[in-house]
């Protein structure tokens, strides 16, 4: 598209518009490549016949294709001696993941195909990361309102390369699990995938649970949880399976399970005043401590009193049923979040490998989020889409035109969107961040002083955004559009608060 006469966004748009029509869903702009999801199979655009058409040309011989952009990353290793990596963004439902693995089962192509002429027999790290994908997606993904399988969590896949041209091991590393979807989600949206498998799954006799989602709390509260095109039974059954291609032991699979279960179970406990917060669901309780292993009397405490430590003397204050919940809720986010990164660890050790020369690793991460209740979870998301947004612009914009002056080359200046002052407003002192941190530090901070404060320091602001109508939200102009952000329950998920506990087994 850079070779269009006329460019501009209505041009740009257009151009992709009639590719799109065609079936022509790759377009390259300059060296970045733009991918249109197809909602449909294209028969031919990804086999095998497909790679060996792409392996070792460069970007522009042929027509724009993700296989194009691995090429070039895999012979930019090789030939240079460096790391690489492919940066994957754009919206929920965009077909980002999709296109990580495309990516991977090129680079796993090239490979098999560097050992086969050796008369080696390699690992096949592409199936292997393909096999994981049902744990991760089960694990990490959930129904948002734009995308009925989204990634709730980015990650960066790392694969290392010998000397040979061969993969020798690959990494994942996870970020920014949306823990808080456990105990929330908005209206016609789910938990987590794994929580509506395993109760389809035929397993709740084992672990006290209905195969019913709305008999619990996190499975029911968005009113939504049957969903046209997936099959929870199905997915169990793919989970169990990836569970033991990974080397997991019926062990490590029970427990990881006995887990989940106990979370559903826990979130639906209830608490009732009686000189302060008391469980008032017993039977749950029961249920909750038989499985995880611990006390009764333990667990209750934990929930219901805050311990200090004053002058070597431990004190215990009662807390009301709102806190007492808080608690629960933070149990099972943090019980959730710890399971999932163990998860990440033990798949780790199964694609581990012997030696590394170099690596090209893929970001998968979440695109820009704009929904009707935006929290801290989008607000995040969104910070860290405009930092690779800076990156981007960084690379792409300034240091070429600094090399194009350097070098005396005859150009012609750009004009682009500059987003620092964005990345100023959420970063600097006295900056949302660091306004959020400072409120949350403070006993009596709460989100409505926490709004005044951000509305007092920031309403001068070009990206910052003051609602007309006094309500508890401020907005920032992101560079992809303006966002809304509801404080209610910001410093709460900010703090995150989580009291180390250790529990006596009965």
């Known amino acids: 598209m850079a070779k269009l006469g006329d460019l501009h966004e209505g041009s740009l748009l257009y151009n992709i518009k009639l590719r799109y029509k065609k079936d022509l869903i790759y377009t390259y702009i300059g060296s970045i490549l733009s991918a249109v999801n197809p909602y449909k199979s294209l028969p031919g655009l990804y086999d095998d016949a497909k790679i060996n058409e792409y392996d070792g040309k460069d970007i522009g011989e042929l027509p724009p294709h993700i296989y194009a952009i691995a090429n070039q990353a895999y012979r930019s290793m090789w030939k240079n001696s460096a790391n690489q990596a492919v940066l994957i963004s754009g919206e929920s439902g965009a077909g980002k993941t999709e296109s990580t693995k495309f990516i991977l089962r090129y680079l796993s192509y090239q490979s098999n195909d560097v050992n086969k002429k050796k008369g080696k027999e390699g690992r096949n790290y592409e199936e292997q990361i393909l096999q994981s994908s049902p744990i991760l997606e089960a694990f990490g993904n959930a129904k948002t309102v734009y995308n009925n399988n989204s990634s709730r969590f980015g990650k960066f896949i790392q694969l290392n390369f010998a000397a040979t041209g061969a993969i020798e091991g690959c990494k994942i590393v996870d970020y920014l699990l949306e823990k808080n979807r456990v105990v929330r989600q908005n209206g016609g949206e789910r938990n987590f995938h794994i929580f509506y498998a395993l109760l389809a799954g035929g397993l709740g006799s084992k672990f006290g649970l209905s195969a019913d989602p709305s008999q619990y709390r996190i499975t029911s509260m968005s009113g939504t949880w049957d969903v046209d095109g997936i099959d929870d039974k199905a997915d169990w059954q793919a989970v169990e399976q990836a569970f033991r291609t990974m080397n997991f032991s019926d062990e490590q699979m029970s427990d990881i399970i006995t887990v989940v279960a106990a979370i559903l179970h826990l979130c639906n406990m209830k608490f009732t005043t009686a000189g302060g917060a008391q469980v008032a669901t017993q039977a ?135 987003n620092s002052e964005c990345l100023d407003l959420i970063e600097r002192k006295l900056g949302v961040l660091s306004l959020l941190d400072e409120e949350s530090r403070f006993p009596r901070g709460t989100d409505e002083s926490l709004l005044i404060k951000l509305h007092s320091s920031h309403e001068e602001a070009a990206h910052y955004v003051r609602p007309r109508v006094a309500n508890t939200k401020f907005g920032i102009r992101h560079f992809a559009g303006e966002v809304m952000y509801d404080v209610t329950g910001l410093l709460e998920k900010n703090r995150d608060t989580f009291r180390e506990v250790r529990f006596t087994a009965p």
């Open 284 to 418: 749950v309780l029961e249920q909750v401590c038989q499985l995880l292993g611990i006390e009764e009397a333990g667990l209750a405490e934990v929930l219901t009193q805050q311990k200090r430590v004053l002058r070597g003397e431990e004190i215990y204050t009662p807390l009301d049923v709102d806190q007492a919940a808080d608690s629960r809720d933070s149990l099972a986010m943090n019980l959730y979040a710890r399971t999932f990164r163990w998860i990440i660890s033990k798949i780790n050790v199964s694609l581990r490998g012997d030696e590394s020369f170099q690596f090209v690793g893929v970001l998968d991460i979440f695109g820009f989020e704009n929904f009707e209740f935006n929290s801290f979870e989008q607000f995040n998301i969104n910070y860290a889409n405009e930092k690779l947004q800076q990156y981007f612009n960084r690379h792409i914009f300034s240091l070429e035109q600094l090399e194009y002056n350097q070098e005396g080359i005859d150009w012609s200046d750009i004009d682009w969107v500059d």
